[in-house]
């Protein structure tokens, strides 16, 4: 590409961003966020819940969290999590991934003690409950 060509790619692209820094209007959209790790703590509390450190990374800098959205749902001995991303798709961003770790809580009240097994969107962990409601990783 000639410096003329050049040029006129950087002040379109110039152009995007400045039309895109001032969107009054969000159309946000939620997908599954990429999770690469989880990891079962267990807080020195005694309340009978447990925190699960979900570990992922996002496509870039314009993605979030949407905690709000976070879904814990049990069968049986299983918890399954999903956690959500979201991203305004007006927004121009640098593509670079970013890295992003949040806790999930998991209510153990009235659970029996035994093997639980943690899946947050495909990735699990399992952890050991005993009968007095403290958990063994």
């Not at 060509?5 to 379109?12: N, S, W």
């Not at 699960?52 to 800098?61: A, F, Q, R, S």
């Not at 949407?66 to 007006?90: L, P, S, Y």
């Amino acid at each position: 590409m000639n410096s003329k060509g050049k040029m006129v790619f950087f002040f379109l692209l110039m152009a995007g961003m400045i039309r895109n820094a001032g969107c009054n209007t969000e159309k946000l959209v939620y997908s599954l966020a990429n999770v690469t790790g989880i990891e079962v703590q267990n807080p020195e509390s005694e309340t009978p819940t447990v925190q699960v450190k979900v570990e992922g990374t996002l496509p870039n800098p314009c993605y979030f969290i949407a905690e709000d959205r976070t879904e814990v749902n049990r069968e049986e001995e299983v918890f399954r999590v999903k956690v959500f991303q979201g991203v305004d798709e007006d927004r121009v961003c640098i593509q670079v991934l970013q890295d992003f770790w949040i806790l999930v809580s998991l209510d153990l009240e009235g659970l029996p003690a035994g093997t639980y097994a943690v899946w947050v969107n495909g990735v699990q962990a399992a952890f050991e409950l005993r009968a007095e409601n403290q958990v063994e990783d």
